[in-house]
């Protein structure tokens, strides 16, 4: 237990993760895409610009390895994030 206390301490808080690794900010831009809006869209809604959001997608896959916005979408809901 102190491992994982630890870790969620000095490896994920510090880099604003969440335990699943996405943070509260990806996890934004991955409901939205599941509801099925478009990019422009979610950047109005959260307030960024599109480019923005494209940055998170991007970092959100490379990170996880997965291979499109389809994948990240399953993913998300596998893993009880959305």
Do not use: C, F
């Not at 490896?11 to 996405?22: E, I, K």
């Not at 599941?34 to 490379?62: D, F, V």
């Not at 390895?65 to 994948?71: E, V």
């Amino acid at each position: 237990m102190e491992q994982v206390q630890w870790t969620h301490r000095e490896v994920l808080t510090p880099h604003g993760l969440t335990a699943s690794g996405v943070t509260p900010r990806e996890v934004d831009v991955l409901r939205l895409l599941a509801e099925g809006k478009e990019l422009s869209e979610i950047a109005e809604q959260l307030s960024y610009s599109e480019r923005t959001i494209k940055y998170i997608l991007s970092g959100l896959m490379k990170r996880l390895d997965l291979r499109n916005r389809a994948h990240a979408v399953a993913h998300a809901i596998r893993s009880g994030l959305i």
